[in-house]
């Protein structure tokens, strides 16, 4: 048998004693102007302390200027003196002169005053921690000074783990302690409440916590008062044909808000789940599950350009599928639930997207995990914004999962560099089509810029003349239009702002999806090799005769496909 010196651990000197100090109107005093004293008074002030700051007007940092203003703290304008410590619970010293810190710390301790001071261990009394919160919800991570930034790191990790909605689930089950210990005030059932609601912290899950509405906490406080066999946690006489397990988060039975007293071992049994009486923990109610949205954007194209993110949305987290028309078939073989692809076409796009709308709010209500999937980036033209606002409209938070934009795949699979040094400095990216398929506002000409325009070829003689008449484009700049990046069948067909019409038809049309790029980093690669042509990129195309029919290239019936009247490019 061990003795009792084996069984009780050996305290490992080095630590600091973190606590949560209630400081609400302490007086706290911060001693410098910079952003670190800024930081020193904001997270005095949010833990409701009275704050005066002491330091000279100049230099004195915005954040600071603007909580003077606002007269959530005191000011002193003046260096410190040993009598603005009088009344003073804790300081912060955020000044630079290590002589003047160690002079001021001194001064702190003789008259017990609390002292940090900024990138000075030895004079501190205490470390500031890198903390997150939420709500009532706060995390700190100390390092005891040896590594700031580490904390930081190990913040934003433990953060990041963190359940959503985390401290509003606190704050209700704060609510219900408090109620609870109103319903039972009695000293010895002290133990009892804290078990019993120890029980619905540990089988309710966060979400449900963060939920539990006060006609649910009415209805557990009954349950607490009628549950008199509760006082007893000692498990009894229990078989194992009594002792059911736990119901786990993915089941979906139908649960009541039933005293423990009131589950007989066969009813419970033929329910299931079911908990033995006594040591039963009061499970949450079966609430409707409520859908989650996620808009996902496809990439350009090549399925094996879906972030590892997109691609376990749709192969395994999705009850329904609501594409875009124009994803490739590659990726929508991916799909293994339900598919619903938009039915746009020109002038049909508002009520095609109304119809996706209405698809995802019905699988929603239903509990439904739905995935939005868009072309390449979902809030680059593509109107992933507005899907966003209108589903949150409706109370679903949207999960965002971003994606390979064509603006920028694109062009560097056909050999297009976006920037090259001496030739482009600049990059735009817009759209050659408005609300209602309408004339899009164009940019005047930048001789340094590269010029990407999503949404254009569809309409392409009138955009290359706006560009060349209105905005000072010259007709003998470069451009390419690239179609179907990243796919097997990927053309990029490239001439002139003056030609580039004719040679598309040349080369019998378009095959939506397309973008058009202009600029002179267009030929930057590729220098005097063709002013025209068409291929899979630009290193292997073919020379065109303008305004007549294709002289060479190979299988054109393969490369070219057929022209899609309906598409928008």
Known sequence: MPSSSDIFPTPQSGASLIIAWR?????????????IAANRAFSALEADAKVTVVAPRPGMCDELEVRIE????????????????????????????????????????????????????????????????????QIAVSTNGQASKIASRLRRHVAAALPVNVGEAVRRVGVLRKKIRAADPAEEASARRMRWLAQICEYWSIEQLARMSDDQMEELLRVYGDDEGYESMEPAAVTSSDVIEPQSQADNHTISLTS??????AAAI??????????????????????????????????????????RAITEEADLVLADKLIPAEVLSLV??????????????????????????????????????????????????????????????????PGLSSAMAAPLLAGIPLTHRTVASQLLITTGTGRANSAAPLPTHDSTRTDVFLMAVHRLADLTRDLVEKQGYPSSLPCAIVERASCPDQRVVWGTLGDIVKVLEACGGSRPPGLLVVGEAVRALWG?????????????????EVG????????????????????VC
């Open 23 to 35: 400081c609400a109107q302490r007086h706290v005093l911060v001693i410098g102007n910079n952003h």
């Open 548 to 567: 007549g029919a294709i002289v060479k290239g190979g299988d054109e019936s393969n490369l070219l496909g057929l022209h899609d009247p309906e598409g």
């Open 528 to 544: 005097a090799r063709g002013e025209k042509g068409f291929g899979r990129s630009l290193a292997e195309g073919v020379e065109v």
């Open 70 to 137: 606002r007269g959530e703290v005191q000011w002193v304008d003046d260096t410190f003196r040993d009598d603005h410590l009088d009344g003073v619970d804790l300081a912060f010293v955020c000044l630079r002169d290590p002589q003047t810190c160690a002079d001021i710390a001194r001064s702190c301790r003789a008259r017990r005053v609390p002292v940090n001071v900024t990138d000075a261990n030895e004079l501190c009394d205490f470390y500031m921690t890198s903390m997150h919160r939420d709500g009532p919800v």
């Open 260 to 265: 423990p007293r009131d589950i007989t071992a």
């Open 336 to 401: 293994r639930c339900d598919l619903k692809i938009a039915r746009k076409f020109p002038g049909n796009a508002d009520r095609a997207q109304d119809e996706l709308n209405s698809e995802g709010l019905a699988a929603l209500a239903q509990g439904k995990v739905v995935v939005r999937l868009k072309q390449g980036d979902p809030f680059l033209f593509g109107r992933g914004g507005e899907e966003l606002l209108f589903y949150r409209s409706h109370g679903y938070n949207v999960t965002i999962v």
């Open 270 to 311: 033929a329910a299931q789940p079911t908990y033995t009486p006594h040591i039963s923990p009061l499970y949450p109610p079966s609430v409707p599950t409520k859908g989650r949205i996620l808009l996902v954007g496809s990439g350009p194209g090549d399925p094996s350009l879906l972030t590892m993110r997109a691609h």
